[in-house]
């Protein structure tokens, strides 16, 4: 192999991969543009888990 990841502390390889291949799927030109989608869909994602938590419990 070829141990891409042997000094990495914070960013691997397959998470560089993914967010390549998101920033290409959405059309993304910038790193600022990336960073703010991602936050966005981040944000978007714990929001729903809040939600749908609270929705459990109210069982409607």
């Known amino acids: 192999t070829y141990e891409a990841d042997r000094y990495v502390k ?5 998470q560089q991969f993914i967010t390549l291949m998101y920033a ?3 059309k993304k030109d910038s790193l600022r543009d990336i960073i703010t989608s991602l936050r966005a869909q981040y944000h978007n994602q714990n929001w729903w888990s809040v939600w749908r938590k ?6 409607t």
């Open 24 to 26: 290409r799927i959405r």
């Open 10 to 14: 914070y960013f691997s390889c397959r």
């Open 54 to 59: 609270r929705w459990k419990k109210t069982g």
